[in-house]
């Protein structure tokens, strides 16, 4: 029997690898996404623009082979504890890694509409706001990777700054707005690429949360933070 148990806790090791490594590719597909549109943005690359969307495909078809190995392993290994907290955890980073990667495509779709913009503020901010988020999602799944716990809290501390960037850009372009009417469309559409990216940084304090119970059994306990008056 001992025998038996240490083969069934061995595969179950290999078969949770497995997910782990299917949540890194779809973290660095993510990333990527993320770091494309922003430069398709800023160098009015149209075509880059557009294989960032179709290369979101790729995401969906990781999202439903992490979806069925999550759903095999539980049905035929019967996980407990902790071991099930990381499968259900594997799970539901999916998918939400697939939605940042909606972002990222939500983002590149708006690049032709933006092709004549000039050179306002929240351009330049935009690309840094990005690169915070982005380094918050490869933090935080490499904290699922290796099951820490502690790197999962830091990357919510660090939310706080990716907040502080839309609520800046949030301003600067309704004072755009107000001056010039004739700003209002392409604001519009900057503002709506702002709020896809603060979005990302909440998933991925979404994601620290799910690292945090699974490696811990404990909910991430709710830390205060400073009043979002723009902030959907």
């Known amino acids: 029997m001992a025998t038996t148990s240490g083969h069934t806790i061995k595969a179950f090791d290999e ?10 590719q779809m973290g660095g597909l993510a990333e990527h996404a993320i770091r494309e549109s922003m430069r398709c943005l ?22 439903i ?6 759903v095999r392993l539980i049905a035929l290994r019967a996980p407990m504890a902790g071991d099930l907290r990381d499968v259900v955890a594997a799970m539901k980073i999916s998918s939400v890694v697939e939605r940042i990667g909606d972002y990222a495509k ?4 708006r690049v032709p509409l933006l092709e004549n913009v000039g050179n306002i503020e929240p351009l330049s901010l935009l690309p840094e706001m990005a690169r915070i988020a982005t380094e918050m999602v490869h933090d ?22 990716v907040d502080d960037f839309y609520n800046s850009i949030f301003r600067t372009l309704l004072t755009f707005m107000m001056e010039n009417p004739n700003n ?16 990302v940084g909440d998933h991925a304090t979404n994601i620290a949360e799910m690292v945090y119970y699974a490696a811990t059994g404990q909910h991430l306990a709710d830390r205060p933070r400073g009043e979002d008056l723009y902030k959907a």
Do not use: C, P
């Open 106 to 109: 939500n983002i590149s779709k």
């Open 140 to 161: 935080v799944l490499n904290a699922f990777v290796e099951r820490d716990a502690d790197a999962a809290v830091r990357v919510v501390e660090r939310d706080r700054a």
């Open 42 to 63: 800023v160098q009015r690359d149209l075509e880059g623009a557009e294989r960032v969307v179709e290369n979101d495909k790729k995401l969906d078809a990781l999202e």
């Open 65 to 70: 082979e992490t979806e069925k190995r999550a």
């Open 184 to 199: 209002i469309g392409q604001s519009t559409h900057l503002l709506f690429i702002a709020k896809n990216v603060e979005r």
């Open 15 to 24: 078969d949770l690898d497995r997910l782990r490594a299917l949540i890194s």
